[in-house]
């Protein structure tokens, strides 16, 4: 059971969670991501929807970042739309991770 909406938990983790290194999930990262998101309590429907929430927000945010350096040729909103794709890349790791180990499809 989880005790705070999708969204909200996807806010905070958004305030606390960078990757430190492009397309690695250290120790560190993967608690952080467990803790916020509440992965291991939530129901496997739970677990899925948090997902699916993740890729809809840090997709726009990252359309968003990317849409803005074409415009203005930005390179931190560049630079800032890959963090935003890193990041989903790296929960969604950690949420798939949880979803094999219950036997559901990845």
């Known amino acids: 059971m ?26 560190a990262e993967m608690e952080i991501i467990n803790s916020i998101l509440e992965v291991k309590t939530r129901n496997n429907i739970e677990l899925q929807n948090i997902r699916d929430v993740v890729v ?27 963090e935003y794709m890193d990041a989903m890349s790296a929960i969604c790791c950690v949420v798939d991770q949880e979803k094999f180990s219950r036997g559901l499809d990845v």
Request: proline share 2%; charged share 40%.
């Open 2 to 27: 989880t005790t705070k909406t999708d969204y909200h938990a996807i806010m905070e983790l958004r305030d606390k969670y960078t990757p430190a290194e492009r397309g690695i999930v250290n120790a």
């Open 56 to 82: 809809m927000l840090y997709g726009r945010w990252s359309d968003t970042m990317r849409e803005k350096y074409q415009r203005d040729h930005d390179k931190e909103a560049f630079d800032k739309s890959m």
